[in-house]
């Protein structure tokens, strides 16, 4: 069975699912929504059954970013869509994006939250979610260039807040697993400031 690009945006959006073959930036712009909402859950997951204030406080930080790259995706495939961005992707870039897509766990509709609470070590939950961080600037960095060129600069900025999250999350690893006494009692403050 074969459907036209209207089809398949429509079948992705009703179903709530990555589609078997990425057709246009519009559905990228779905699946980094997907990934962002996934991230979310996750990073709420792991915050809610944090050990520590500040691993606590680290986890919920991430949350909010999660949820405003959400928003900012929702708005880039808005513009997307009154911009008539539909034409096909190559089929060359296409099946390279379509492997990332497969590759990461964050662009699928699972349970992030039911994934995170099956982590029970702090370094183990940080491993997995550099994984998940790392994922996902590779996918971004791909579908930068199937965005206009006048949009490229919102994909940008959030690549960097993802390098910056990954960035976090290694300093937080290292200070747990050499000085895990020191970083729990630690009530330093995130957020701008330390952007």
């Known amino acids: ?9 429509l079948m992705q959006i009703w179903q709530k699912e990555v589609v ?10 779905e699946i980094a929504m997907n990934i962002e909402k996934n991230g979310l859950a996750f990073y709420t997951a792991l915050a809610s059954k ?3 204030e500040k691993v606590k406080e680290i986890f919920s930080f ?7 790259h959400y928003t900012t995706f929702k708005k880039l495939k808005e513009k997307l869509i009154a911009y008539g961005v539909l034409e096909p992707l190559e089929e060359e870039y296409r ?4 492997e990332l897509v497969d590759s990461n766990v964050f662009s699928k509709d699972i349970d992030a939250a039911e994934q995170a609470a099956g982590l029970s070590d702090p370094v183990e939950a940080i491993n997995l979610a550099l994984g998940f961080e790392k994922d996902s600037v590779i996918f971004f960095l791909q579908f930068r260039k199937a965005v206009p060129e006048d949009e490229k ?5 959030l ?4 390098n910056h999250h ?10 747990i697993i050499e000085t895990p006494e020191e970083f729990y009692q630690s009530h330093v403050k995130i957020g701008d400031a330390e952007r």
Request: glycine share 4%; aromatic share 8%; hydrophobic share 50%.
């Open 62 to 68: 991430m949350a909010e970013e999660e949820k405003e």
């Open 20 to 29: 078997e073959v990425l057709n246009s930036p519009i559905e990228l712009a």
């Open 95 to 98: 099946d390279y994006v379509q």
């Open 50 to 52: 944090a050990q520590g």
């Open 153 to 157: 600069f919102v994909v940008e900025e």
């Open 159 to 162: 690549i960097a807040e993802e």
């Open 1 to 9: 069975m074969v459907f036209n690009i209207f089809e398949v945006g």
């Open 166 to 175: 990954i960035n976090r999350l290694l300093v937080m690893r290292k200070a």
